[in-house]
């Protein structure tokens, strides 16, 4: 199979990595310099003060940038492992189960799929402050455990990766639907709930508007209010924006890491579950 060369194709990609590379580099080289250095030298040219302004952003009010980012990975980390778990009973659910009003069910959760989720945040910050639930870490959790997107890829990964025939075989067997579903049915999806925990981690780390609208106080902030915050006072104490800039370069590499390590669960082939079972 002979592959053809595309210079426009390769160029493309070429501008695309370029334009999603260039900012991180930009902020890998800005943590490196001092505040003197920020705005009066080359944008591109790199400095020796990054450990300096890592000890600095480390001491700022007693450690409390870090408390911002264990807030992140709590708010992240089980928002994103409640709804993978949600959305993988749902999406297993519409695909494989027959009942009365699943169409009608399946396009209310396509209609949210294109739901910003922006729009949402003051009707839930009302229903929330209703139970006296706001400015608690529930605020931020109880929101991210139903996402519609992760139920739309859960079933349409059900319906493609697991056949109906083994979820017949294991009844014979005199396994439930709960054993199936926890046995035979997570092992096959495997791979789609990979992904979809991906998304939805990276969704919740990077969130702003939710727990800016539903947090006051500033021990509960995830990275994304804090950061925020310390940018603010930049335009009094310009100092500030090197810490802003650190704290940004030290937030993407949990999610570096995270990619670097769910990568290997990623297979091109959606049949690939049923197989491998």
């Known amino acids: 199979m002979n592959l053809r060369r595309s210079p426009v194709a390769t160029t493309l990609l070429l501008l695309g990595a370029a334009y999603c590379l260039l900012p991180v580099l930009w902020v890998l080289i ?103 639930m706001t400015n608690t870490y529930w605020a931020v959790l109880l929101p991210s455990f139903i ?19 083994i979820l017949e075989a294991s009844r014979i067997d005199g396994a439930g ?28 780390w990077n969130n702003f508007m939710l727990p800016y609208i539903m947090l006051g106080d500033d021990k509960l902030y995830p990275i994304t209010v804090g950061l925020s915050g310390l940018l603010n006072q930049g335009a009094s104490q310009p100092a500030m924006y090197t810490s802003v800039v650190t704290g940004a370069l030290l937030s993407i590499i949990p999610l570096i890491a995270l990619f670097l390590t769910l990568q290997r669960y990623w297979q091109v082939d959606l049949a690939a579950g049923g197989v491998k079972a």
Do not use: C
């Not at 708010?75 to 994103?80: E, L, Q, R, S």
């Not at 749902?90 to 009608?104: D, P, T, V």
């Not at 996402?147 to 025939?165: D, H, K, M, N």
């Open 30 to 132: 800005a943590s490196s310099k001092s505040a003197g250095e920020l705005f009066s030298t080359f944008t591109l040219a790199p400095s020796v003060h990054l450990f300096d302004n890592i000890a600095e952003l480390s001491g700022y009010r007693d450690g409390l940038y870090w408390r911002w980012m264990a807030n992140t990975a709590l708010y992240a980390g089980i928002g994103a492992g409640v709804s993978t778990l949600i959305s993988a009973m749902a999406g297993y659910a519409l695909a494989k189960f027959e009942f009365r009003g699943k169409s009608f069910v399946f396009n209310v959760i396509l209609a949210g799929v294109l739901v910003p989720g922006v729009i949402l945040a003051i009707p839930q910050y009302l229903l929330l402050a209703k139970v006296g």
């Open 147 to 165: 996402s519609p997107y992760g139920i739309y890829l859960a079933r349409i990964f059900a319906a493609a990766s697991v056949p109906t025939e």
């Open 177 to 204: 639907d709960w054993r199936t579903f926890g046995r035979v049915v997570l092992p096959m999806m495997r791979t789609g709930l990979v992904t979809v925990f991906l998304f939805q981690f990276v969704a919740i």
